[in-house]
């Protein structure tokens, strides 16, 4: 019933039961491992989030589902703004903003990737909170490497414009491959055309393995086609 609550945003339901709490499971798990502090930040119920933020002692506000996410995870891989702002402003509730899910995804990578543009940018408005914007998953990769990868130009437009938080742009993955490879190797010339706009900051050299072995010709004409801003 508690999960139910909070996930459907019933307020007054959610806080009587948290008023009989030691009658009440409140971090029983369903079949997936969700809670219902998990169910409630997915759900982007914004007004449960703050309650149960205000009741933080009894619930488990660090919890993971069956692949490892925790209730932040989601909240910024739905783009929910607003409960990601709660998050952020009580951090000082222990909170692991760079936990890591099974896969060694963090919740920036995961709105970087699921182009959530807001939650990025309230992240890169955030810098003190402590969150890790170089963090790589379990291939190496960055959310700004996956933000190039998925041809996501929004969200590389962010990283370009927020350099002044030392966001390693020419970091590589364990193939080697920088952002800018990997926009060329997906054929994004939007994302290319932005990252070569901006080659007094990008790396834009490509190495000859992978020039001649994953780009492919429409994209080495594309390339020869635009000049370099210098």
Request: glycine share 6%.
């Amino acid at each position: 019933a508690f999960m139910i609550a909070c996930a459907n945003g019933h307020k007054d339901v959610v806080q009587l039961l948290l008023d009989h709490s030691k009658r009440i499971e409140l971090n029983a798990r369903d079949n997936f491992g969700w809670t219902a502090f998990v169910w409630a930040c997915a759900n982007g119920q914004k007004y449960i989030v703050q309650l149960l933020l205000d009741h933080s002692k009894k619930i488990d506000l660090n919890a993971r589902d069956n692949n490892g996410l925790t209730a932040f995870m989601h909240a910024c891989k739905k783009s929910h703004k607003g409960v990601v702002q709660l998050f952020l402003k009580h951090s000082d509730l222990n909170i692991e903003l760079n936990a890591r899910a099974n896969n060694g995804w963090t919740a920036f990578m995961m709105a970087c990737f699921h182009e959530s543009i807001d939650v990025v940018k309230l992240i890169f408005d955030h810098s003190g909170s402590n969150i890790e914007l170089n963090a790589r998953t379990n291939c190496g990769r960055t959310g700004f490497m996956w933000a190039c990868s998925e041809g996501l130009e929004d969200v590389v437009q962010l990283f370009l414009h927020h350099q002044d938080l030392n966001i390693d742009l020419n970091a590589r993955d364990d193939y080697a491959m920088t952002g800018f490879m990997w926009a060329c190797k997906n054929g994004h010339k939007d994302v290319v055309q932005l990252l070569l706009d901006n080659s007094d900051i990008i790396n834009i050299d490509i190495p000859e393995h992978i020039y001649f072995g994953k780009i492919s010709e429409e994209m080495k004409y594309f390339i020869e086609m635009h000049p370099i801003n210098n």
